[in-house]
């Protein structure tokens, strides 16, 4: 098989370079592997575009969560033929990594190239988020508050640290604007919202009965998020690996979610990376499905 591989660099701070080149090195032993290094999302983006005419049967993509959400996007922008035996292959190298649990993915170098190198993939699951995708999950309101307050360098350098911190100064001072949402004919006020694809969260903690390759995406609102209640979330989180369990979140299985920002626009985190602020948001199933190869 012939393999494009593209890791990036800005990723947990360039640290797993040599991680990266000894699965290569794996790989290579079998397969054709054309390896890119990127240090930006426009040298990404005309590696991606390029895919049909090298004809590849992988890209593989090293990286955080989302640099897998970034190349689906460029695959769809470029209007992507996802024919039955292309697949997408992920090599954990960023902050999170979320996938890396909704995959099973191992850390161990031959496994993971083993994975990578295998037909072993199902059919993901994606969702719009106005014209965009994504393939884990969307937060609006506080979560996103904190993704936006990160400094990209200060990430690379503190690692999963930083979202501690800096989820630590939000619960202290925790400001809520309401968001005003439209589900399942039904129109709701809350703080927060996660519409999750993925079984995870913040790392390795699970919280949801779903996953990337489920045709089920939920929806959590939390009408008034306060200190006391995001303690006990963390709580049914740590303990239970599931939110619904809580009477005061309200749970959600629908596939056309609309939104509106009340006094202020709408903070918005697609795969743990910033999106940025509307005014109004719109979530809905999307018709696109990419096979991504899983752990045996």
């Not at 390896?35 to 895919?51: L, P, R, V, Y």
């Not at 079984?199 to 699970?206: D, E, N």
Request: charged share 25%.
């Amino acid at each position: 098989m012939k393999f494009c591989l593209i890791y990036n660099k800005k990723s947990a701070g360039g640290r797993k370079t040599n991680f990266i080149k000894k699965i290569l090195y794996e790989i290579r032993k079998q397969h054709k592997v054309d390896f890119f290094e990127t240090k930006s999302e426009n040298q990404a983006s005309e590696i991606i575009k390029n895919i049909p005419k090298n004809q590849y049967n992988r890209l593989l993509l090293a990286g955080g969560d989302g640099s897998v959400s970034f190349a689906i996007n460029e695959l769809i922008k470029n209007n992507f033929n996802f024919n039955k035996d292309f697949a997408i292959g992920y090599i954990p190298a960023g902050t999170a990594n979320i996938l890396q649990a909704e995959l099973g993915m191992s850390k161990n170098i031959k496994q993971i190239a083993k994975t990578l190198t295998s037909n072993n993939f199902n059919k993901s699951n994606l969702m719009k988020i106005n014209e965009k995708h994504f393939v884990l999950m969307a937060g609006l309101g506080w979560d996103a508050q904190i993704v936006q307050s990160i400094n990209s360098s200060i990430k690379k350098i503190m690692g999963k640290l930083i979202f501690g911190i800096k989820g630590l100064q939000k619960f202290l001072f925790m400001k809520n604007n309401k968001i005003k949402i439209f589900i399942d004919n039904e129109t709701i006020y809350a703080d927060w919202v996660l519409c999750t694809n993925s079984k995870y969260y913040a790392g390795h903690h699970s919280i949801a009965k779903t996953n990337i390759f489920d045709d089920k995406v939920v929806t959590y609102i939390f009408e008034n998020l306060n200190r006391l209640k995001l303690l006990y979330y963390i709580y049914l989180v740590a303990i239970y690996g599931n939110l619904e369990k809580s009477q005061s979140v309200i749970t959600k299985y629908d596939d056309n979610i609309k939104f509106k920002g009340v006094n202020s626009k709408i903070p918005v985190q697609i795969d743990g990376d910033n999106f940025g602020n509307f005014k109004e948001v719109l979530i809905s199933k999307s018709e696109k499905k990419i096979n991504i190869l899983k752990s045996a």
